[in-house]
């Protein structure tokens, strides 16, 4: 079956770095999309950042410039790497994948989910 699991999360400084992994397995992950999405306490899940089969990405405004998603193929594993990380950036992160078709660069249409890594941003 299919299954996701992010690590890398931790606590930070504001200005600091995190690059967040995902580990897929139960799928042809070269085929599909992925995203990286997020939920701060009290707030509705955001999509920060996906990528497509093709490579394209798409990125939230309120990440654009600081974070990078990439991916290893050969390790099956989706990747999220945060630079210049703010206070506002803490949150529970999760990966997840679109074997469906969705729109997964516009963040819509995700059919697996991991149980996602906490991350914590001090100012």
């Known amino acids: 079956q299919v299954q996701l699991v992010e690590s890398g999360g931790g606590s930070v400084q504001a200005g600091g770095s995190l690059r967040l992994s995902c580990a897929a397995s139960?799928?042809?992950?070269?085929?599909?999309?992925m995203g990286w999405f997020r939920q701060a306490p009290g707030k509705e899940r955001e999509g920060v950042a996906a990528i497509d089969s093709d490579g394209r990405t798409s990125y939230a405004d309120s990440v654009k410039g600081r974070f990078t998603i990439s991916n290893d193929n050969a390790k099956n594993t989706l990747y999220l790497q945060m630079n210049s990380l703010k206070p506002e950036d803490t949150a529970m992160y999760y990966c997840?994948?679109?074997?469906?078709?969705?729109?997964?660069?516009?963040?819509?249409?995700?059919?697996?989910w991991g149980k996602g890594t906490l991350v914590t941003v001090s100012s």
């Open positions: 997840a994948a679109d074997l469906v078709g969705g729109s997964c660069l516009y963040f819509y249409g995700m059919d697996y």
């Open positions: 139960g799928y042809t992950y070269s085929s599909y999309c």
